[in-house]
């Protein structure tokens, strides 16, 4: 799905959900400028998924129209199917990357951080029977799917074959910062963000 599909979606998305919301709140949601979200809003109209009526005291209000109720959940099961593509790609990624290291000897793995790659990660260790030492991060969570996340200064007293690195955008500035703790770059395992 692309861009202005998801762009279009989030609009449709919280005109549904609010008719009397604000291009400014909806510039916030998009991350976009205002300007650019007037453009969009114009757009949509133009292309019949919503209708814009002025009400008194100089309010907007938008209202979907029965295509746009139509193109929500065309874009709706487009985010869904590419979604799901992601997430099989990434697993795939993972066990591959995993595989790897277990040939390698690795058994013992501890997850550099804790968003949505770090639980990917979490569910491949498992399936490829290899013991997850602990979670890692720079402490901005005390604990994440039921463990205690730890500061990385606890690596130095841990018995670990590998770090798994569960950050794409980090990636480069977790390698250096595990350098800093004496983890060679042979015991880190990265996946390079798909392209």
């Given at each position: 799905?692309n861009?202005q599909?998801?762009?279009?979606l989030v609009l449709?998305t919280?005109?549904?959900r609010d008719g009397m919301?604000?291009?400014r ?8 400028a205002l300007?650019?979200t007037?453009l969009y ?5 133009r292309?019949?998924y919503?209708?814009i009526?002025?009400?008194p005291?100089?309010?907007?209000r938008?209202?979907l129209t029965?295509?746009g109720?139509a193109?929500k959940?065309r874009l709706?099961y487009l985010?869904i199917e590419y ?12 066990r591959?990357?995993?595989?790897l290291a ?5 058994k ?15 569910l491949s260790l498992?399936?490829m029977?290899?013991t ?8 901005r969570r005390?604990?994440?799917l039921s ?6 200064d ?5 018995d670990f074959?590998a770090v798994?690195?569960?950050d794409?955008?980090?990636?480069s500035?977790h ?12 015991k ?5 963000p798909?392209?």
């Amino acid at each position: 799905m692309n861009l202005q599909g998801q762009r279009d979606l989030v609009l449709l998305t919280e005109l549904e959900r609010d008719g009397m919301v604000t291009q400014r709140s909806l510039a916030t949601k998009l991350g976009v400028a205002l300007g650019l979200t007037n453009l969009y809003l114009k757009r949509l109209a133009r292309k019949g998924y919503i209708k814009i009526t002025t009400i008194p005291s100089h309010r907007v209000r938008y209202l979907l129209t029965p295509q746009g109720f139509a193109e929500k959940s065309r874009l709706t099961y487009l985010y869904i199917e590419y979604s799901l593509s992601h997430y099989r790609d990434i697993r795939a990624r993972l066990r591959e990357a995993l595989f790897l290291a277990t040939q390698n000897g690795a058994k013992r793995v501890v997850i550099y951080g804790t968003g949505e790659l770090a639980e990917m990660a979490y569910l491949s260790l498992r399936e490829m029977q290899m013991t997850l030492v602990g979670f890692v991060d720079d402490g901005r969570r005390e604990s994440f799917l039921s463990y205690p996340v730890w500061p990385l200064d606890v690596l130095s007293e841990w018995d670990f074959d590998a770090v798994l690195l569960a950050d794409f955008e980090q990636a480069s500035g977790h390698r250096i910062t595990l350098g800093h703790h004496q983890i060679p770059d042979s015991k880190i395992i990265a996946l390079a963000p798909s392209v």
